[in-house]
């Protein structure tokens, strides 16, 4: 569990008890519903998304495609925005006792926000994360969907791909494959190289991680994260446990299984391109603590 302090300004926070949280990610699907899941607790209120003013999670099963660009367009002026004044925003949607948010911020933006901005009263953070594999193709998938409909994201994904692609992958599929690489393929290029250099940094921090597909599948892991977020303080009945497993609408990537069936749906050479990022960033050690599988690859 990582524990920091912030201020709140106008707030007594330290008086009234109350505390706050971060669950730090990237995807939306299931983040969407654990935001939603978590609001409707009677003690909590809770945000979705890189957005200010925070705005609660509505009664769809997940954010809308408008929402969604309207987070990525706008993630860059988010994120010159204080923490605390975020948790600010959140605390001024409803009376609680824990506010927090879920799918703003990676774990390692939180660390370099922290250091950054003298945080004084107290937060706690978790971070869920995903097998690469279910993450790559989500990731892919999204940056279609962007390529398709975000004209700022559509300027910049060749600068964006050329910044992040690893050299070394590119000359290694060049003389093996003999392709020419295509738009779509550059997209999955840029999200190979871009989920493990994101990864890496956040499992260097002390933020503890959450893998997803054990998240959305054992209540027992729910409420382990629901004490670390709600500082020991909060109650859930069984009732409230078993309406969260018996709605929530879990994306299917989330599921350990599927990223077996995920990289057997890749061409030979994306294949290729995994197997030769998976040694360059040593997987199997870089994901040992959450126990996934790379035995297929």
Not at 39 to 68: A, M, R, T
Not at 113 to 128: F, G, P
Request: aromatic share 12%; with cysteine.
């Amino acid at each position: 569990m990582n524990d920091v302090t912030m201020k709140l300004s106008g707030t007594t926070a330290s008086k009234t008890g109350e505390n706050f949280f971060l669950i730090t990610s990237y995807g939306r699907t299931a983040t969407f519903w654990i935001a939603k899941k978590l609001n409707e607790h009677p003690d909590i209120v809770c945000s979705h998304g890189p957005i200010y003013p925070p705005v609660l999670p509505g009664k769809e099963d997940s954010p809308s495609d408008n929402l969604v660009l309207e987070m990525h367009r706008n993630l860059d002026t988010f994120l010159k925005t204080p923490i605390e004044k975020v948790l600010e925003g959140v605390r001024q949607l409803g009376r609680a006792k824990i506010y927090g948010n879920v799918h703003a911020y990676s774990a390692n933006s939180v660390k370099i926000m922290i250091n950054s901005n003298m945080i004084q009263s107290k937060l706690n953070v978790v971070n869920l994360i995903r097998h690469p594999v279910t993450r790559i193709e989500s990731f892919k998938n999204r940056f279609h969907y962007e390529l398709m409909h975000n004209m700022y994201f559509r300027n910049k994904v060749n600068d964006y791909a050329r910044d992040v692609v690893d050299k070394e992958l590119m000359n290694y599929l060049k003389d093996r494959c003999k392709i020419n690489f295509s738009a779509n393929d550059t997209l999955f290029l840029y999200a190979l190289c871009l989920v493990p250099f994101n990864d890496a940094l956040d499992l260097k921090t002390d933020i503890v991680s959450i893998p997803m597909e054990r998240l959305t599948k054992e209540p027992e892991v729910f409420c382990w994260m629901f004490n670390i977020i709600s500082h020991g303080s909060l109650r859930m009945d069984s009732n409230y446990l078993a309406e969260i497993y018996f709605q929530g609408r879990l994306n299917v990537l989330s599921e350990e299984k599927s990223a077996i069936a995920t990289y057997f749906s890749w061409q030979d050479w994306m294949r290729d391109a995994f197997h030769f990022v998976a040694q360059k960033y040593n997987f199997p050690a870089m994901y040992n603590k959450l126990h996934y599988d790379f035995s297929f690859v």
